[in-house]
C-alpha cells in the first residue's frame, strides 16, 4: 500500500494569488505518483466549505480517496456565535473524507488515526505568562478573531488530547499512522534569537503533551502533521518516522514553480515492506 502526504495547502489562498485554478495541478502529481490513498493534515483552505469543495474536486479528478483532517484555517469562521467554529468542526466530521473519530483501517496491519489537535501555549518561553501569552494571541493570531469554541485553548486542547489517547488505547494491536495538524515536539519549535514575532507565535504551535503521549506508544509509527509552514521531511524520532512538509503559502516556497513546489511538499509512505 501506498500513502502520499500533504499539509498547508491552502488552495484558496495559492489559487487567489496565482490567479488560476491549482486544483488539476495537484491532481496531475497525484496521479503521478498513484496512491492508495491521499492524507491531508489541515489548512485545505479556510473553513470547512472551502475545505470540502477542494476535497471533493480532487478525489473527482484523481479517483483516489482521500482523508482529511482539520487545521486551524478548516474552523475559521465569520459567524460571531461564541461556540461557531464546532459547527464548521462538525460540517468536517460528517463528510466521508473525515478521520474525526473514525480511525481509518487501511488492512490488516494497518490504522490511520487523526484529528485537529489544538495548542495549550506548552511551547512558550518559561518566563513569559499565561496573561501576556493570551494578550499577544489577541494581538497577532487570527484565531483570537476566527476560531470560536467557547472554550479555552488549554481545554480543546485537552478534549483533542483525549480522543487521542482512547482511539491509541484501542488500536494497540495495529500500526497506526498517526495525523493531527498541530506540532507535537518541542524541537520542531525552536526560539528564535533574530524573530520576536516567531517567539511569540510559538505558544500556538502545537503541544508537547501530544508529543509524550505518542511516545508512549510503540506501535505508533508514522506521525504526520504540519501548520509550521516551515518544511523539515521525514525524520526518525524516538522510533517513529515523523513527517513535516507543509506547502504553506507562496511567499514561503523556494521556487515560484507551483509544480516544483507540490511535489516537493508531497510525502510518500510505503507499507509494503514496513
Given at each position: 500500500m501506498k500513502l502520499l502526504s500533504f499539509s498547508d495547502l491552502h488552495l484558496d489562498h495559492s489559487c487567489k494569488e496565482l490567479n488560476r485554478d491549482i486544483t488539476r495541478e495537484v491532481a496531475t502529481y497525484?496521479?503521478?505518483v498513484a496512491p492508495d490513498r491521499v492524507i491531508v493534515a489541515g489548512d485545505m483552505a479556510g473553513g470547512a466549505e472551502n475545505c470540502i469543495r477542494y476535497i471533493e474536486e480532487i478525489e473527482q479528478l484523481t479517483g483516489i480517496p482521500l482523508s482529511y483532517v482539520p487545521g486551524n484555517h478548516s474552523i475559521w469562521t465569520l459567524?460571531?456565535?461564541?461556540?461557531a467554529s464546532w459547527r464548521e468542526?462538525?460540517?468536517?466530521?460528517a463528510h466521508h473524507s473525515s478521520l474525526i473519530d473514525r480511525p481509518l483501517h487501511l488492512n490488516d496491519e494497518w490504522v490511520l488515526i487523526g484529528d485537529?489537535?489544538?495548542?495549550?501555549y506548552s511551547f512558550k518561553e518559561p518566563h513569559r505568562t499565561r496573561e501576556?501569552?493570551?494578550r499577544e494571541r489577541n494581538q497577532v493570531w487570527k484565531d483570537s478573531v476566527l476560531a470560536r469554541w467557547g472554550m479555552s485553548d488549554e481545554e480543546l486542547c485537552q478534549k483533542m488530547l483525549d480522543k487521542f489517547e482512547r482511539q491509541l488505547n484501542a488500536a494497540q494491536d495495529k500500526k497506526v499512522i498517526f495525523v493531527n495538524h498541530f506540532i507535537p515536539y518541542r524541537d520542531y519549535v525552536p526560539v528564535s534569537q533574530h524573530w520576536q514575532v516567531w517567539n511569540m507565535i510559538r505558544p500556538f504551535m502545537g503541544t508537547a503533551q501530544l508529543g509524550e503521549l505518542l511516545d508512549r506508544y510503540e506501535n505508533v509509527r508514522y506521525v504526520?502533521?504540519?501548520h509550521i509552514h516551515?518544511?523539515?521531511?521525514?525524520?526518525?524520532k524516538n522510533g517513529k518516522m515523523v513527517i513535516c512538509?507543509?506547502?504553506?503559502?507562496?511567499k514561503e516556497w523556494g521556487t515560484p514553480d507551483f509544480m516544483t513546489e507540490i511535489r516537493q511538499s508531497g510525502t510518500i509512505i510505503d507499507l509494503t515492506n514496513t
Open positions: 497525484i496521479r503521478e459567524n460571531k456565535q461564541e461556540d468542526y462538525e460540517r468536517l466530521q485537529m489537535g489544538w495548542y495549550d501576556e501569552i493570551v504526520i502533521f504540519g516551515r518544511r523539515m521531511g521525514t525524520m526518525e512538509n507543509p506547502l504553506g503559502y507562496i
